[in-house]
Nanobody, 117 residues
Framework: QVQLVESGGGLVQPGGSLRLSCTASGFTFSSYTGRWYRQAPGKERELVAIISSAGGSRNYADSVKGRFTISRDNAKNTLYLQMNSLKPEDTAVYYC??????????WGQGTQVTVSS
């Protein structure tokens, strides 16, 4: 059974940090591109960061560049998002995604991140 299970969300003050994790099972995670998306209330889902299957290539949305870092550990079948210098506008539900094709496109259940004092 294909699963992506996220963890690490929560409430943090502005300027704080969180690390999100996404553990995969039921497919060959190391062959899939990894992505983190987020969706704030009333807004469209936004691509935050992307990492290639082997981890050698990474890209970020301009809004998080320099503050967020995407990484992966293929031995642990896990995707990460390290979020530093968090701002209130980073508040959203964060989703992990692993995709290899239109047919092999898997999503996590989402984890809430709230940045507030």
């Amino acid at each position: 059974q294909v699963q992506l299970v996220e963890s690490g969300g929560g409430l943090v003050q502005p300027g704080g940090s969180l690390r999100l994790s996404c553990t995969a099972s039921g497919f060959t995670f190391s062959s899939y591109t990894g992505r983190w998306y987020r969706q704030a209330p009333g807004k469209e889902r936004e691509l935050v960061a992307i990492i290639s299957s082997a981890g050698g290539s990474r890209n970020y949305a301009d809004s998080v560049k320099g503050r967020f870092t995407i990484s992966r550990d293929n031995a642990k079948n896990t995707l990460y998002l390290q979020m530093n210098s968090l701002k209130p506008e980073d508040t959203a539900v964060y989703y992990c995604n692993a995709a290899r094709s239109l047919q092999r496109d898997y999503w996590g259940q989402g984890t809430q991140v709230t940045v507030s004092s």
